[in-house]
């Protein structure tokens, strides 16, 4: 069963949509990510969802009831914001006790609820600390317990590691997929960043200018996007103009042609037409390996050493590729060297441009 859904809803500022007329099933127990770059309309979606925005148009349900209009303190939604929002003048465990007191839970119950909740966010030791003493991240599991304390059916996350440091960030990203996990929480967390957004979800929402770009498994939307836009804004990939000839080849900038696989999904005609593919598909031969039709001759100008991987720059005249390999795969792999890069037809994908503006 579909738990909350999501039918044409926009919201407008004046002339301008910042969400417009997005339809969106969030599965029940998934941890979905609304990704995009700033301004594309995350943050309302999300905030329209848990009620401090009312849409403009169109319908929000919840458990098969229509929420659109029920005010955020009557959804019963867990909430987590960037500014985390915790009381500073209350310790760790009247933080975590604040949303049972609200609800007259009974005092007997709120002690064990907070017990039980510190021991899941691994602070049971600093009940009695004011928060204005925590670490970020230990800031951090408290809004996280805060936010789950009275078992809300659906938590929602506002870029809520973006003011942590890299490592505490992705110790973060694993602790509240753990959490996610191990309670069944359906979550949504809204980021615009693509590597969060790929380790941690069970689906991703990549969004743009206020529409929904494309939904699906954080790998399909990797290997498969639907667009230009999406393709560069999901990891790191090499993306050429190019004209498809028909017959299951395309022709590259300067003029060589290459295969593409069979079932190369070809975008409509009239539409320019970018192949895109993978640093780690393109594979580097040594320019005295035998030639082939999807094997092209260039030039290394630029290496990158990313510690278990080398990321290679390849001028092939014309445009330039960019390869993942390892010393081990390209051994002696040096400036200056001439290579052979392989394009192989089914890591090659054929998507729409983007829009000119
Ligand atoms: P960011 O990652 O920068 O937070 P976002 O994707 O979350 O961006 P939103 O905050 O949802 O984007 O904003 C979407 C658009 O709506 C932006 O153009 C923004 O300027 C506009 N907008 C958001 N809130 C308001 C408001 N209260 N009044 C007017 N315009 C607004």
């Known amino acids: 069963m579909t738990h909350l859904t999501l039918q044409a809803v ?35 979606l999300l905030r329209m969802i848990a009620g401090l925005e009312t849409p403009t148009s169109g319908n929000i349900h919840f458990a098969d009831r229509d929420i659109t209009r029920v005010p955020a303190n009557r959804r019963d939604f867990g909430m987590v914001f960037q500014s985390l929002a ?50 970020g991240g230990q800031r951090q599991r408290v809004a996280i317990a805060r936010a789950i304390a009275s078992q809300p059916k659906l938590l929602l996350l506002d870029e809520p590691l973006s003011a942590l440091d890299a490592k505490l ?10 959490l996610q996990q191990r309670l069944g929480i359906t979550t949504i967390m809204v980021t615009h960043d693509q590597r969060e957004a790929m380790t941690m979800a069970d689906e991703i929402v990549v969004m743009e200018k206020g529409r929904i770009a494309q939904v699906g498994k954080p790998l399909d939307i990797y290997r498969d996007p639907v667009s230009e836009f999406v393709a560069d804004f999901i990891g790191l990939g090499n993306i050429l103009p190019v ?32 192949l895109l593919i993978r640093p780690e598909d393109v594979c580097v031969k ?16 630029f290496i990158r050493d990313v510690g278990a991987s080398l990321e290679a720059t390849i001028d092939c005249a ?40």
């Open 318 to 357: 014309g445009f330039t590729l960019t390869a993942a390999t390892t010393p081990r795969e390209t051994p002696g792999l040096a400036l200056g060297m001439p290579v052979l890069a392989e394009l192989p037809p089914h890591a090659c994908k054929l998507i729409a441009a983007r829009a000119a503006h």
């Open 169 to 178: 960030r992705e110790a973060m990203q694993v602790e509240i997929r753990l």
């Open 243 to 274: 004209t498809y000839d028909g017959a299951g080849g395309v022709s590259l900038p300067g003029g060589r042609r290459i295969a593409v696989a069979q079932a190369a999904r070809v975008p409509e005609s009239g539409s320019d037409i970018r």
């Open 286 to 301: 040594a320019a005295s390996d035998t030639a082939g039709p999807n094997r092209l001759t260039g030039t290394v100008t």
């Open 86 to 135: 915790l009381f500073p003048h209350l310790t760790v465990a009247e933080n975590v006790a604040y949303p049972l007191r609200l609800r007259k839970t009974d005092k007997a119950a709120q002690g064990r609820r907070v017990a039980e909740l510190l021991e899941l966010i691994q602070l049971p030791h600093m009940a009695n600390r004011p928060v204005t003493q925590l670490s």
């Open 10 to 44: 926009t919201r407008r500022f004046g002339a301008a949509h910042a969400v417009d007329s997005v339809d969106l099933n969030v599965p029940d127990g998934k941890l979905v990510c609304f990704l995009g770059p700033s301004g594309c309309g995350k943050t309302t």
